[in-house]
C-alpha cells in the first residue's frame, strides 16, 4: 500500500515539476523572441549587498537567441520527461532529480544572460554543481561516479581559466560589468590579450568540449539519464559556445589572425576526430555524445572564419560566417537533443546502450524510429533539413575565405571546406550504422525484442524536435533575417538582405554570383519527381504478384539474428583505413570440438586506443600523482608536526602584520 | 515561367531515356574490347522495360524502408540531374541548388541506399552498406576540393555559373589548376559509380561487390528504379564533368539548330568520356578493397595540387 502511494506521489511529483519546467522554458523562450525582435537592450540588476556580487543580467541579440535556443529544448525535454520520469528515475526521488533539473535550467538561463562577471561565474557554477549530481544519479555503478568525476575536474580546470581570463579583460575594463567590458580586450597590451584569449578559449572550451579538452564529454554524457543528456548536448555545451562568441566578438574589437586560425585548426580537427571515434563506438548514447564534439567543431570553422575575416576587414563576410555557426549551434541543440531522447526511449525500452543488442526496432517503436531517421538525416547535413543549411552556409563562408585573404593561409579555407566534407560523409556513414544497426533488421536480443513503443509525451517531446528540424530546414530563408540584431551587434552589418532572394525563397552565398540554394523547392521538387516513379508502378506493377519471402542467406534455411551485420562490422573499413589514428587491438580465441573447421564457441574482442588519453592525459596524471606523494614529506600525518605547522604561520603572519 | 517548365520537363525526358544508352553503350564498348560480342546497345532498355512488368519478392525482414529506397533514389538523383547545365549553360533549376545540392542530393540518396542493405537483415546487404558508405566517404574530401577548385575559379558554387565563365575561354581546360582538378573528378567519377578498379558492376562475387551487394534483395519494378537510378547517377556524375571542363556548345540562344548543336555535341562528349572510363576499366584488375583509399587519396592529393596551382597561377589560363 505504501509503496503504490509512493509511486503515485512520484509520478504526481514529477509531473508538477515538469510542467514548472515547461512554464519557465516557455516564458524563458518569450523573453527570448521579445530580446531578438526588440533589438534594443533590456536590463536589470539586483545590489545583492555582497561586495563585487552584482546581480545584472541583461538581454541583448546574443542573450536572446541563445535562451531561445533554450527554450526550445528545455520545452520538449520538460514534456518528455514527463513520461520519461513515470516510472521514476533509476529508483530515486523524482522530487530531488526534477528540483536539480530545474536548478540547471535557471543556471542555463542565468549563464546566457548575466551582465556580469562574478555573477556569470557563479551562474556558471550552479550549472556545473547540479549537472555533477544529475550525471550521478544512478550512483551505484562505477561508471557513473568515474563519468561524473571526470566531469566534474574537467569543469573546474575550466573554470578556472575562464576566472584568469575574465580577470586580465576586467582588469582592463576598470569594470566587471559586460557592458564596459566591450572591446576592453584591445586594451590589453597584445601579449597579455593574447593571454586572455587562448585562457578564454580553452576555458570556454572545456565545455563546448574542443579536443583535446573533450574527454570528459564521452564519458559524463551517457552515464546521464537520457533527458539529461539530451539538454546537455544540446544546450549545456552551448553555453562555451555562446561563452566564445561573447569573448571573440563582444570583449575583443579586434584580434590577431593567429587567433582566428587557431580556432579554425581547433573546429577542423574536433569535427574530423570527433565524428572518427564516433563511427568506433556501439554504445549508442557515446556515439551521440562523440557526434556533439563533431559539430562544435563545425560550429567552431564557422566561429573560426568570421575571426579570421573580421581581423583582414571583411564584416559582411565574418557576418555570413557568425549567421553560419550559430544557426548550427541552434540546429545542432535541436537535432542532437532529438537524438538523445530518441536514444533515451530505445533505452527506456530495452535497457541497453549497446547497440549490438537492438534491432528491429522499427516495427516495435515505429514512432521512435521515424523521429531518430528524421534527427540522423539532419545531423548528416541531407537536404532539406536544418543540418544541411547551415552546412551549406559554412562551406560558403569558407570558399568566400579564398578571395578575401591575400596570403597562403587562404588556401586553409577551401583545405577546411575539403575536410567538413570528409566530416559529413563520415557522419553520413555513423549514422546509416546508428540506426540500421538499432532499428532496421531483425532485433539481436530478447530485450529488443520485447521492446515496446513509448508513452505519448515522450513521443511528443521528439516530435516537436522534428518538427523544428523540418521548420529550420525548409523555413531557414525567413528565418536568417532573425540574425541581424546579432551580427550588427558584433560587426555593425546586417547581411540577411544579400543571404536571402526570390521572395524569400532562395538562401544565397551573399553575392549575385555567389551560390544558392532553395530548401523548400528542393523539397517539393523530391516529392514532384516520386511522381514518375509512381506513376510508372500504377501503369504497369500494380497488377503484379507482390510476393514476401524469406532473406536470401546462401541458401541456409532461416535468416537468424547471428547472420547480421553488427555494428563492429560495420565500422571495420574506417577501422583498418584509419588504423594508424586507432590502433585497433583484437583477440581472437576459438574452442573446437572435433575439427579447426567446426568451432564450438568464439570469443572475439576487438577495442581501439584511446589515443588522448593515453598520449595527453596520462602524462598528466602522473606527474599530478608524483608532486602529490613529494608533498607527503610535509603532510605525513604526525599530529605534531601539524601543530608545529600552525604555531610557524601564526608566527609568520604576525611577522608581516608587525612589519606592514 | 512557362520556358521553365518546358526546360524542366525536357532536361528530365533527357535525363531518363538518356541514361541507359551510356550504361548500353559502355557494356558494348567493354565487351568489344574483350572481344566479346556481348549485348547491344539497346539491352538497358529491354531490361528496365522487363523488370517493370515483373512481380516482386519483398524480404519478410524487411520495414517500410526497404520499399521507400528506390522511390527516394530515383527521385533524389533525377533531381541532382536537373541542377546540372547539360545543353544550356542555364541548367533549369540551377536558381535553386548549386554544386553543394547536387553532392548532397546524392548523398541523400545513398544514405536511403545503404539503410536498404542493412534493412533485410542480410549480412551481404550490411557488407555493402559498409563499403560503400567507406568509400563515398573518403572520396568525398577529393570530390569537393576539386569542385571547389572549379568553383572558386568561377566565383560560384552555382553550375550554370561555372559553365557560362567557362564560354569564350576555349582552351581554358589546358591550365594546370583545371586538368588535375579533372585528372581527380575523374577518380572519383569511377568510384562513386562503382566502377573497375574500385568495384566491378557485373560481379555478383560476395566477397568483392559493393553496389550489388547492397540491392541484392531488390527485385521487379524496385530493382529497375535501383537500376535507372545507378545510369541516372553515372549520367549525372559525367555531365558534371564534361559541361565544366569543357563546355562547348551550351548554346546560349533558343534556336532549333542551335539546340540540335548542343544535344549533339553534348551526347558526344559524353561517349567519350564513357570511352574513357571503359578503358580504364578494361586495362586494370579490381583493386582490393582495403587499396582504393590509396587511389582516392591520390585523387585527393590530385584536387590539392589543382587548389595550390589555382593559388600560384590564377584559375584561368588560355
Given amino acids: 500500500m505504501a509503496c503504490h502511494w509512493w509511486a503515485r506521489a512520484a509520478s504526481w511529483t514529477s509531473r508538477l515539476f515538469c510542467g514548472t519546467a515547461l512554464i519557465a522554458a516557455l516564458l524563458i523562450g518569450g523573453a527570448g523572441l521579445g530580446g531578438l525582435l526588440r533589438g534594443s537592450e533590456l536590463s536589470w540588476s539586483l545590489p545583492s549587498g555582497v561586495p563585487y556580487l552584482n546581480c545584472a543580467v541583461r538581454l541583448d541579440p546574443l542573450s536572446s537567441f541563445f535562451l531561445l535556443a533554450l527554450a526550445i529544448l528545455a520545452a520538449s525535454v520538460a514534456v518528455y520527461s514527463i513520461g520519461y520520469l513515470r516510472s521514476g528515475v533509476e529508483g530515486k526521488s523524482p522530487a530531488i532529480f526534477c528540483s536539480l533539473l530545474n536548478l540547471v535550467l535557471a543556471g542555463l538561463a542565468l549563464v546566457f544572460t548575466a551582465a556580469d562577471v562574478v555573477f556569470f561565474l557563479v551562474a556558471w557554477e550552479v550549472m556545473v554543481a547540479a549537472t555533477y549530481f544529475l550525471v550521478v544519479t544512478n550512483h551505484e555503478a562505477e561508471e557513473s561516479r568515474k563519468g561524473g568525476l571526470l566531469y566534474i575536474l574537467m569543469s573546474r580546470a575550466g573554470t578556472g581559466m575562464l576566472f584568469i581570463g575574465f580577470l586580465l579583460l576586467a582588469s582592463a575594463a576598470g569594470t566587471t560589468d559586460f557592458r564596459a ?161 530518441g536514444a533515451g526511449s530505445v533505452l527506456h525500452s530495452t535497457h541497453t546502450r549497446n547497440m549490438e543488442k537492438m534491432g528491429g526496432l522499427i516495427r516495435r517503436m515505429p514512432a521512435t524510429a521515424l523521429y531518430f531517421l528524421i534527427g540522423a538525416i539532419a545531423i548528416s547535413g541531407l537536404p532539406p533539413l536544418n543540418g544541411f543549411v547551415s552546412e551549406w552556409l559554412t562551406y ?49 536480443s530478447e530485450a529488443a525484442e520485447a521492446a515496446r513503443e513509448v508513452s505519448l509525451s515522450m513521443r511528443t517531446g521528439m516530435a516537436v524536435l522534428a518538427l523544428a528540424c523540418a521548420v529550420l530546414g525548409l523555413g531557414a530563408s525567413w528565418i536568417l533575417p532573425a540574425f541581424d540584431p546579432m551580427t550588427q551587434q558584433a560587426f555593425g552589418v546586417s547581411v540577411s538582405g544579400n543571404l536571402v532572394g526570390g521572395n524569400g525563397f532562395i538562401l544565397m552565398a551573399g553575392s549575385p554570383q555567389g551560390g544558392a540554394v532553395s530548401t523548400p523547392v528542393l523539397a517539393f521538387m523530391l516529392v514532384a519527381l516520386s511522381g514518375i516513379p509512381l506513376s510508372l508502378w500504377l501503369l504497369w506493377g500494380r497488377r503484379q504478384k507482390r510476393v514476401t519471402g524469406p532473406t536470401w542467406d546462401c541458401g541456409l534455411p532461416g535468416l537468424t539474428a547471428d547472420n547480421e551485420y553488427t555494428a563492429t562490422a560495420f565500422s571495420k573499413p574506417l577501422r583498418m583505413i584509419f588504423g594508424s589514428l586507432f590502433r585497433p587491438r583484437r583477440e581472437i580465441q576459438a574452442e573446437f570440438e572435433v575439427s579447426p573447421y567446426y568451432p564450438k564457441a568464439i570469443h572475439f574482442e576487438s577495442e581501439i586506443q584511446p589515443a588522448f588519453e593515453k598520449h595527453f592525459y596520462d602524462p598528466i596524471r602522473e606527474g599530478i600523482l608524483r608532486m602529490a606523494r613529494s608533498m607527503r614529506l610535509v603532510q605525513a600525518g604526525s599530529l605534531h608536526a601539524y601543530l608545529a605547522y600552525i604555531f610557524l604561520t601564526l608566527i609568520l603572519l604576525l611577522l608581516f602584520g608587525v612589519r606592514g | 515561367m512557362i520556358a521553365q517548365l518546358i526546360s524542366v520537363i525536357g532536361q528530365t525526358a533527357l535525363i531518363l531515356l538518356f541514361s541507359p544508352l551510356i550504361t548500353g553503350f559502355s557494356r558494348t564498348l567493354k565487351a568489344r574490347l574483350q572481344t566479346r560480342r556481348g549485348p547491344d546497345l539497346w539491352q538497358p532498355y529491354r531490361d528496365l522495360h522487363k523488370l517493370l512488368r515483373k512481380g516482386m519478392v519483398i524480404p519478410d525482414t524487411a520495414s517500410w524502408i526497404f520499399p521507400a529506397t528506390p522511390y527516394v533514389l530515383f527521385a533524389t538523383t533525377l533531381l541532382a540531374g536537373l541542377l546540372i547545365p547539360t545543353i544550356a549553360a542555364q541548367a533549369p533549376l540551377s536558381l535553386f541548388g548549386g554544386v553543394l545540392a547536387v553532392v548532397y542530393l546524392l548523398a541523400l540518396g545513398r544514405f536511403f541506399l545503404a539503410l536498404g542493405g542493412l534493412d533485410t537483415g542480410s549480412s551481404f546487404g550490411g557488407l555493402g552498406s559498409s563499403r560503400e558508405m567507406t568509400i563515398s566517404a573518403i572520396a568525398e574530401p577529393a570530390l569537393m576540393l576539386a569542385v571547389f577548385t572549379v568553383a572558386l575559379g568561377a566565383g560560384s558554387t552555382n553550375l550554370s555559373t561555372v559553365a557560362e565563365s567557362a564560354v569564350g575561354q576555349s582552351w581554358r581546360f589546358l591550365a594546370p589548376s583545371q586538368m588535375l582538378a579533372f585528372a581527380a573528378l575523374f577518380i572519383v567519377l569511377i568510384a562513386e559509380t562503382g566502377r573497375i578498379p574500385v568495384d566491378n558492376p557485373a560481379t555478383h562475387l560476395e566477397l568483392t561487390m559493393i553496389h550489388e551487394a547492397m540491392i541484392l534483395e531488390y527485385s521487379g519494378p524496385y530493382l529497375a528504379l535501383i537500376e535507372w537510378s545507378a545510369s541516372m547517377k553515372q549520367m549525372v556524375l559525367m555531365t558534371l564533368l564534361v559541361n565544366v571542363f569543357f563546355p562547348y556548345g551550351l548554346s546560349a540562344d533558343g534556336s532549333p539548330a542551335g539546340m540540335l548543336i548542343s544535344v549533339l555535341l553534348f551526347v558526344f562528349k559524353l561517349l567519350i568520356l564513357a570511352f574513357a572510363v571503359v578503358l580504364v576499366e578494361t586495362g586494370n584488375a579490381k583493386l582490393r578493397l582495403f587499396r582504393v583509399p590509396e587511389l582516392l587519396a591520390v585523387a585527393f592529393v590530385l584536387s590539392a595540387l589543382a587548389l595550390i596551382s589555382t593559388f600560384l597561377f590564377g584559375g584561368h589560363g588560355g
Avoid at chain 1, 397 to 416: I, N
Fill in chain 1, 181 to 341: 567590458m566591450h572591446a576592453s580586450g584591445d586594451k590589453l597590451p597584445a601579449a597579455a590579450g593574447g593571454l586572455a584569449f587562448l585562457l578564454l578559449f580553452l576555458g570556454f572550451g572545456v565545455k563546448a568540449g574542443i579536443i583535446p579538452l573533450h574527454i570528459w564529454l564521452p564519458a559524463a554524457h551517457p552515464v546521464a539519464p537520457s533527458n539529461i543528456s539530451a539538454l546537455m548536448s544540446g544546450i549545456m555545451i552551448k553555453t562555451g559556445i555562446y561563452g566564445m562568441a561573447r569573448v571573440f566578438f563582444d570583449f575583443y574589437g579586434v584580434l590577431p589572425a593567429w587567433a582566428g586560425m587557431l580556432v579554425l585548426l581547433v573546429g577542423v580537427v574536433s569535427a574530423v576526430l570527433g565524428v572518427l571515434y564516433a563511427l568506433m563506438e556501439h554504445d549508442l548514447k557515446r556515439l551521440l555524445a562523440y557526434h556533439s564534439i563533431e559539430n562544435i567543431g563545425i560550429i567552431l570553422m564557422g566561429f573560426g572564419a568570421a575571426l579570421l575575416f573580421r581581423s583582414y576587414g571583411h564584416p559582411q563576410l565574418a557576418a555570413l560566417a557568425l549567421i553560419a555557426g550559430l544557426f548550427h549551434t541552434l540546429n545542432h541543440g535541436v537535432f542532437k537533443s532529438l537524438l538523445f531522447l
Fill in chain 1, 396 to 444: 560558403q563562408a569558407l570558399l568566400a575565405g579564398f578571395g578575401a585573404t591575400t596570403e597562403l593561409t587562404r588556401v586553409a579555407f577551401p583545405v577546411a571546406g575539403a575536410l567538413l566534407a570528409l566530416t559529413a560523409a563520415l557522419a553520413a556513414a555513423c549514422f546509416v550504422k546508428a540506426f540500421g544497426i538499432t532499428f532496421l533488421a531483425l532485433p539481436r
